[in-house]
């Protein structure tokens, strides 16, 4: 946060993202935090780690397509099966990591173009069911195209994974690896929306009318918009094959799209900060959940096993409406409006 009478002289320290020493320091302490994590917290929480991290990488996708191209997009699950069983393939070739990751990413790229084309002549709600149709087609494709090609039902299991000769054969590996692809992709993400395809994409979400009349082609943003947020998503679908060294299409439903679509709106809208906060809340308290569940069913029996699972839809329900009714515009909106009377104080206006 800027304190009262911290300014720039020039351009590019105004347009900085971290501003001052004191940003500087908490950045850096939750990079070390986050480093130095696998050497001192447990094998649960190394796992919670990772796997919010991936989910961080899909749902920072989301929030360029979404948040800031104002597409709607329930299809961001398929593009990361699609990115995964594309990065599946890549390692069963004897590929390395990180580029089985950029193979993943770029064929769910491909795979969301198609629909991001469709995003040039409707809008709204039948967006939204054209997005939905890319979840259909991917199931529908896996389980359908010869089993030696995907694995049918089955899936695809991959033996052994290494990134530059390193192997990522335990949990500290992966945390770590996963860790750096996050990085780099919310940095790519930053420099993104502050370049004019930013620009671009928020001037298409604000009113596409205007921003095609001002010379913005508006069908290819829209499109960019998709090939950008599936590209995320492919990453993201890469990084679950290297976590988990198996792929199969029960692991990319539509509910795990309204999970990320829940995860964008207690973040935020239109910040690529609030997209990693969102999923770090939501991640943390599905995992309260997940603990929390199995006690209760000990304590009254006749809730049954289907309790937990029960909960997290409830869970997930109850957040999404209390967000949109109290804090539509999510979590970093407030943190906003903090930042902006702690530059003023001590003055009133």
């Known amino acids: 946060m800027d304190p009262s ?14 501003r001052t020493r004191a940003q ?17 917290a447990s094998d649960r929480w190394i796992s919670i780690g990772y796997t919010t991290f991936i989910t961080a990488v ?10 800031y191209a104002g597409q709607i997009n329930l299809g961001q699950s398929a593009f990361m099966g699609v990115g995964a069983y594309g990065a599946g393939l890549a390692l069963l070739a004897g590929w390395n990591a990180v580029a089985a990751l950029l193979m ?18 409707i809008k709204g709600f039948y967006l939204a069911l054209t997005t939905i149709a890319a979840q259909a087609i991917f199931h529908f494709l896996v389980l359908n195209l010869p089993g030696s090609w995907l694995g049918g039902a089955g899936g695809l299991h991959v033996e052994s994974v290494s990134a530059f000769g390193l192997s990522l054969g335990n949990d500290r590996a992966i945390y770590w690896f996963s860790l750096v692809v996050l990085i780099v992709m919310v940095a790519g ?123 997290m839809n409830v869970l997930l329900g109850t957040v999404i409406i209390l967000f949109l009714l109290f804090e539509p515009k999510g979590v970093m909106y407030r943190v906003q409006i903090t930042k902006k009377a702690y530059r003023l104080w001590p003055f009133p206006y």
Not at 26 to 37: D, K
Not at 107 to 115: I, S
Request: charged share 10%; hydrophobic share 55%.
């Open 58 to 67: 899909a749902v920072v996708g989301l929030q360029i397509c979404t948040g």
């Open 104 to 121: 993943g990413g770029a064929g769910a790229a491909v795979f969301g173009v198609m629909f991001g084309l469709t995003a040039s002549r």
């Open 189 to 311: 993400a930053f420099g993104i929306v502050r370049s004019r395809h930013g620009r671009s994409f928020e001037a298409v979400r604000d009113d596409d009318v205007a921003a095609g009349m001002m010379g913005i082609p508006v069908a290819a943003t829209k499109a960019r918009a998709f090939l950008v947020s599936a590209f995320y998503a492919g990453v993201a679908g890469g990084l679950w094959v290297v976590a988990l060294r198996h792929v199969s299409v029960e692991q990319f439903t539509l509910f795990n799209a309204i999970w990320m679509i829940a995860m964008m709106i207690v973040g935020g809208l239109g910040s690529i900060t609030g997209a990693l906060v969102g999923t770090a809340m939501i991640q943390l308290a599905r995992e309260g959940v997940t603990s929390l569940g199995p006690r209760f069913v000990e304590w009254v029996p006749a809730l049954g096993q289907d309790f937990v699972f029960a909960a």
């Open 24 to 40: 500087w320091i908490c950045l850096l302490a939750l990079v070390l935090v986050l480093a130095t994590l696998p050497w001192w």
């Open 5 to 18: 009478g911290t300014f720039f002289t020039n351009y590019a320290g105004d347009r900085s993202l971290v």
